[in-house]
């Protein structure tokens, strides 16, 4: 099992940047790739950005592959999404959550647990 905490979410100018951390509690953090979602208020929830458990493969939704940057820290059991750029349209409460490695990619339902999210306001 793993719990996850999210933190660095604020308010920020469009063209900003902020830097996302997750903040992951387990034993096994390398059982688990993380993945990055959003929700926006009366919108669905949207895959961002997954991570593999070595860190090294990535997976990023079209709109955050030139803006965003996922990485993430084994030693540490944390995960990171930077993000630069920003638009009026990323304000969003944003979550990490884990899945099992066999497992990676945009499917929020394969994921088995969730952070409890950070809010990212964008103002235009």
């Known amino acids: 099992q793993v719990q996850l905490v999210e933190s660095g979410g604020g308010l920020v100018q469009a063209g900003g940047s902020l830097r996302l951390s997750c903040a992951a509690s387990t034993d096994s953090f390398e059982d688990y790739n993380i993945g990055w979602f959003r929700q926006a208020p009366g919108k669905e929830r949207e895959f961002v950005v997954d991570?593999?458990?070595?860190?090294?493969?990535?997976y990023y939704a079209e709109f955050a592959r030139d803006r965003f940057t996922i990485s993430r820290d084994n030693a540490k059991n944390m995960v990171y999404l930077q993000m630069n750029d920003l638009k009026f349209g990323d304000t969003a409460v944003y979550y990490c959550?884990?899945?099992?490695?066999?497992?990676?990619?945009?499917?929020?339902?394969?994921?088995?647990?969730w952070g409890q999210g950070t809010q990212v306001t964008v103002s235009s």
């Open positions: 959550a884990a899945s099992y490695i066999s497992y990676f990619g945009p499917e929020g339902a394969k994921y088995a647990y």
């Open positions: 991570i593999a458990w070595n860190g090294v493969d990535t």
